[in-house]
């Protein structure tokens, strides 16, 4: 089955322990992304990238790092996580100059 | 830069009632448009599309026409079931950076 996963599903953790939450996609797609949902500002993207070894910053990258060592995986890292880091984090795959992107179920993450 | 405003919810409809969900857009260029749907709990998925202008996009009954005189893709939908209770975010893709600009999304809530 063609899909996006990330893990955890729900994370709680403290104000400066580093945590990474994983993404895999499983359709040997080029492109790869983070969005932050937070409500009443809707999705805003903190990365993306465009294939193995290529990254860009999107509109709040700020706290943030990726990588992408292998096609299918995108992580993405918080060194020193803040509260207001707290928000639900989805990544999403696409096609190269596709428009159509395959979310993940997201990820809940609570910075005390 | 583009932007996407979307009317403010939630929107409580009675089953069977006829939905509008208005979408309109700020961008360079010649956007594609789209609107993606989020159920409960999970990640976002794409509900249909247009490319250009007067572009009609239509899926499970929902349809959204490109209006680029008056920058505007609302959604609508002749008789709305409890099953369409979800969010809706309606979203624009100008090419650069392969990014999809989000608005803030619109919860609507179908009752019995």
């Known amino acids: 089955e063609a899909q996006v996963t990330q893990n955890p599903r729900y994370l709680i953790t403290v104000t400066g322990k580093k945590l990474t939450v994983t993404c895999s996609q499983n359709?040997?797609?080029?492109?790869m992304s983070w969005y932050r949902q937070d409500p009443g500002l809707g999705l805003r993207q903190i990365y993306y990238?465009?294939?193995?070894?290529?990254?860009d910053k999107g509109d709040v990258p700020e706290g943030y790092k990726v990588s992408r060592k292998e096609k299918r995986n995108f992580p993405l890292i918080l060194e020193s996580p803040s509260p207001n880091q707290t928000s639900l984090y989805f990544c999403?795959?696409?096609?190269?100059?596709?428009?159509?992107?395959?979310f993940g179920s997201g990820t809940q993450l609570s910075v005390l | 830069g583009d932007s996407v405003t979307q009317m403010e919810g939630p929107v409580t409809l009675s089953e069977e009632a006829f939905l509008t969900i208005n979408c309109t857009y700020t961008?360079?260029?010649?956007?594609?448009l789209f609107w993606y749907v989020q159920y409960p709990g999970e990640g976002l998925q794409l509900l249909l599309k247009?490319?250009?202008?007067?572009d009609k996009g239509s899926n499970k009954g929902f349809e959204a026409t490109y209006r680029k005189e008056t920058t505007s893709f609302h959604l609508e939908k002749g008789s709305v079931q409890v099953s369409d209770s979800a969010v809706y975010f309606c979203?624009?893709?100008?090419?650069?950076?392969?990014?999809?600009?989000f608005g803030t999304g619109t919860q609507l809530k179908v009752e019995l």
């Open positions: 999403a795959s696409s096609p190269y100059r596709n428009e159509k992107l395959f």
């Open positions: 359709m040997n797609h080029e492109y």
């Open positions: 990238s465009m294939n193995v070894e290529v990254t």
């Open positions: 961008a360079t260029g010649y956007p594609s």
């Open positions: 247009a490319t250009k202008a007067d």
């Open positions: 979203a624009l893709f100008t090419g650069g950076g392969n990014k999809l600009t």
